[in-house]
């Protein structure tokens, strides 16, 4: 940080530590969130994979509130990052982690590059759970849609009973052609 050091004002430093700190916090929150979230869709795959409905209901209060607090998070992280970004000369409307974490020196910027790496990973695993669990969702409500199906064909009268004839009129009076039985 020394060559930081020599470039920035008291205030400026001070500054920066503060939104490093609160950074590095965020993120290390965000970790343990995105950890959580990805626990809960893991189980909500087994949850649907064993047709324990009554759980999804549960899992998917948990889920939601997780991605509460992951925004909330991420609205800090954009904070931190904007004045971060804001100190060192970076871009102050979409600022990366990455750009960030390159001019930070040492540690500081090393810790940035490993909560990057672990977040992108957790996100990435957590996508693509999700994506299996929308597929066995999916296939779900096609089987379900097809039995659905199956039913009302069986209930539909058959064209084999149904009355579609005409008597013809009476004959009055036959014709009798032997008595004797």
Known sequence: ???????????????????????SGTLDDLVKIYRSLLDVVRREKEILTDSRLDELNENNKSKD??????????????????????????????PRL????????????????????????????????????EELVQSALRHITGAMEAVKEGLAPKSTYEKHGSVAGRVEGGALVNREA
């Open 1 to 23: 940080m020394s060559e930081l050091t020599n470039i920035l004002s008291a205030t400026s430093k001070l500054q920066l530590e503060s939104s490093y700190k609160e950074l």
């Open 65 to 94: 509130a997780l991605l509460v607090r992951i925004r909330t998070l991420e609205n800090s992280r954009m904070k931190s990052a904007r004045e971060m970004a804001q100190i060192l000369g970076g871009d102050v409307d979409q």
């Open 98 to 133: 990455l750009e960030l974490a390159a001019k930070m020196p040492g540690e500081r910027g090393d810790r940035l590059r490993n909560l990057h790496s672990v977040l992108e990973l957790l996100v990435r695993r957590v996508a693509e759970v999700n994506k299996q669990n």
